[in-house]
T-cell receptor, first 112, second 110 residues
Framework: DTAVSQTPKYLVTQMGNDKSIKCEQN?????MYWYKQDSKKFLKIMFS???????INETVPNRFSPKSPDKAHLNLHINSLELGDSAVYFC???????????FGPGTRLTVT | QQPVQSPQAVILREGEDAVINCSSS?????VHWYRQKHGEAPVFLMI?????EQKGHEKISASFNEKKQQSSLYLTASQLSYSGTYFC???????????FGKGTTLSVSS
C-alpha cells in the first residue's frame, strides 16, 4: 500500500521523443506536485495542483505539460525531450499548503 | 530566491551533535526541513511557521528566527540513520512554491 507511487521508475529515451510519467497517491490529499532534481541534487518545484486545479507553474518550458485527471493522479508529459531534461522527477502530495509533503520514489529520466 | 544552507557537509561520529542552518534574503512565511538518503525520496522532518507553530518529529528540533529570516535544525546524539542530505525549503508567502536550498550532506560513522 504505497502512499505515492510513480511509473516508470527508470526511463531511457532519445532526444526528440515524447514521454509521460504517471503519479498516483492514495492518501486522500488535495495537493500534488512535480519536482525535478538534477545531477547536483538541486530540488526544484515545477508544478502544483490543488483539487485538479493548477496553482503553481514555475518557469518550466512549454514542452512540459502536467495533467490531473482526478485528485489522486498527476501525470507529467514531456514533448521533444532534450539532453538537459535528464534528471530525477519526483511527484509529491500533501493535505494542503503549509503541510508536510510526501514524495514518491522518483523517476530517473535519461535522455541520450 | 533560493535559501542558503550551511555548512555544505558535516562529518560526525555516532553520538555527536550537529546544527544545520538555513537563511533567506526575503521575509519568510514558513521553513520546511526534509532528509534525503542516497537513491531515495526526500522525507519530511519539520515545518516551522511564522508565528511560532511547529509541526514535526519528536526527536528532531528546529528553530525559526523570523526577524533574521533564518532557521536551524538541531540533530542531537546522532545515529547512523541520520546520514543523508538535509534540505530546507522556504515559502515567502502562504501557499507559494517551496524553494529548496542546495542541501547539507551529513555523514555519521560508528
Amino acid at each position: 500500500d504505497t502512499a505515492v507511487s510513480q511509473t516508470p521508475k527508470y526511463l531511457v529515451t532519445q532526444m526528440g521523443n515524447d514521454k509521460s510519467i504517471k503519479c498516483e497517491q492514495n492518501l486522500g490529499h488535495d495537493t500534488m506536485y512535480w519536482y525535478k532534481q538534477d545531477s547536483k541534487k538541486f530540488l526544484k518545484i515545477m508544478f502544483s495542483y490543488n483539487n485538479k486545479e493548477l496553482i503553481i507553474n514555475e518557469t518550466v518550458p512549454n514542452r512540459f505539460s502536467p495533467k490531473s485527471p482526478d485528485k489522486a493522479h498527476l501525470n507529467l508529459h514531456i514533448n521533444s525531450l532534450e539532453l538537459g531534461d535528464s534528471a530525477v522527477y519526483f511527484c509529491a502530495s500533501s493535505p494542503g499548503r503549509n503541510y508536510e509533503q510526501y514524495f514518491g520514489p522518483g523517476t530517473r529520466l535519461t535522455v541520450t | 530566491q533560493q535559501p542558503v544552507q550551511s555548512p555544505q557537509a558535516v562529518i560526525l561520529r555516532e553520538g555527536e551533535d550537529a546544527v544545520i542552518n538555513c537563511s533567506s534574503s526575503k521575509a519568510l512565511y514558513s521553513v520546511h526541513w526534509y532528509r534525503q538518503k542516497h537513491g531515495e525520496a526526500p522525507v519530511f522532518l519539520m515545518i516551522l511557521l511564522k508565528g511560532g507553530e511547529q509541526k514535526g518529529h519528536e526527536k528532531i528540533s528546529a528553530s525559526f528566527n523570523e526577524k533574521k529570516q533564518q532557521s536551524s535544525l538541531y540533530l542531537t546524539a546522532s545515529q547512523l540513520s541520520y546520514s543523508g542530505t538535509y534540505f530546507c525549503g522556504t515559502e515567502d508567502q502562504a501557499g507559494t512554491a517551496l524553494i529548496f536550498g542546495k542541501g547539507t550532506t551529513l555523514s555519521v560513522s560508528s
